[in-house]
């Protein structure tokens, strides 16, 4: 009897650790160049198991490759993640020293927790439920979204940062895990979302409400401009901006936004050009009835923002960040309880539009709510 997809992938996951400490102990092979080549050996090997594990199904999900070759990864992460913090040792000396020196930095580590962890679970879930024939699309894009901004992140800051002059062959394996991601993402949104059958008359009267007599979406929408403002602040501090509000900021409460790894003032441009808009279009979503896609793109911006988020926190308190550029003791609740402001507000409002999606279904026609037709 074949075990479940899912648990074949877990038990192929569990090879990252074996492979990294083998390498780790063969020196020719810790060379700048044979790093990336056995890096895309070993995932390509991972690509063959995973066709002989699912060669007997007579049709595969083209995302079930993705998803457990990145389980692979997350292994690799977490091993990381473990070793920097001094839980484990003998994995990644080598690669540290001649991969990708970034990694052991904090936000790296904070970054290798979360795709160790949550990446992880999310993935085993995925793949259970896609072999056993139920919906996994709401799941995929909270990771798509989780995992862009990782990338939009983790890539540029690289390059603009104080590791930028150092970077190695094996940093460019980085590619297809960047181009990944948003082709999972335009597979998602392309295909159609199970919605809940709701009567005509229902919706009709819930979406003639204004935003006054919805007391919970006009709480969100203050707390969505709320956090835009935020938004734009620290966009504006990471620029430099001479006001003395900015340089006050900055350097008695944030100052990992100077950090010279480049990641935290990478992270604040994306937010500034980006979750602004988004952020922007979520409040006209919660104003106007219809849009159906606030359904979907809540649910990818609370991964965004909730993945950058904890990347942000825990590297601005972690001890690998130098003391200079950690969140003083004294400014630490303030600090806080503003990056979670960017942590909750996303995730409120994919839960409100999860759990409540009437007001966003599609307008009735006038003349087709029930009542209308009894009386017809």
């Not at 790093?35 to 007997?56: E, Y």
């Not at 690669?95 to 992880?120: I, Q």
């Not at 999972?184 to 949104?189: G, I, R, V």
């Not at 409120?348 to 009386?375: H, I, S, W």
Request: proline share 7%.
């Amino acid at each position: 009897m074949r075990p479940p997809v899912e648990v074949s992938v877990f038990l192929l996951s569990l090879l990252a650790p074996a492979v990294l400490y083998t390498l780790n102990n063969i020196p020719v092979l810790q060379e700048p160049l044979p790093i990336l080549g056995v890096g895309l050996v070993v995932l390509g090997s991972v690509l063959i198991l995973l066709l002989l594990a699912v060669h007997h199904k007579t049709k595969v999900d083209p995302l079930f490759y993705a998803f457990a070759e990145f389980s692979f990864t997350c292994l690799v992460g977490l091993t990381n993640a473990l070793e920097q913090d001094g839980f484990i040792s003998g994995f990644m000396g080598f690669y540290l020293k001649r991969g990708e020196p970034h990694l052991s930095t904090a936000y790296a580590v904070m970054m290798s927790y979360w795709e160790g962890v949550f990446h992880y679970i999310l993935f085993l879930v995925i793949i259970h439920r896609m072999f056993k024939g139920r919906s996994y699309r709401s799941l995929g894009l909270l990771w798509a979204g989780s995992s862009i901004a990782h990338q939009i992140v983790l890539i540029p800051g690289v390059v603009v940062g104080k590791y930028g002059s150092n970077i190695k062959p094996a940093f460019w394996r980085n590619i297809p895990f960047f181009v990944a991601p948003f082709w999972a993402a335009s597979l998602l949104f392309s295909r159609q979302r199970e919605m809940p059958i709701i009567k005509a008359d229902t919706i009709s009267a819930e979406q003639s409400k204004s935003l006054l007599r919805r007391p919970v979406d006009l709480l969100l929408s203050l707390l969505l401009l709320a956090a835009m403002a935020f938004c734009v602040f620290r966009g504006f501090v990471v620029l430099d901006c001479p006001l003395d509000v900015c340089f006050t900021y900055i350097y008695q409460y944030e100052p990992y936004l100077k950090d010279p790894v480049g990641f935290p003032r990478v992270m604040m441009l994306a937010y500034l050009f980006y979750a602004v808009p988004l952020l922007t279009v979520c409040i006209y979503g919660l104003r106007t009835p219809g849009c159906s896609w606030m359904l979907d793109w809540t649910i990818f911006l609370a991964g965004a923002m909730t993945q950058t988020q904890w990347c942000h926190i825990g590297a601005s308190l972690h001890s690998r960040t130098p003391f200079t550029y950690r969140v003083p003791s004294d400014r630490w609740w303030p600090v806080f309880a503003l990056n979670m402001l960017l942590v909750a507000v996303p995730i409120l409002l994919a839960l409100r539009c999860y759990t409540n999606p009437t007001y966003f279904m599609k307008p009735v026609p006038k003349g087709q709510t029930d009542k209308e037709k009894k009386k017809n």
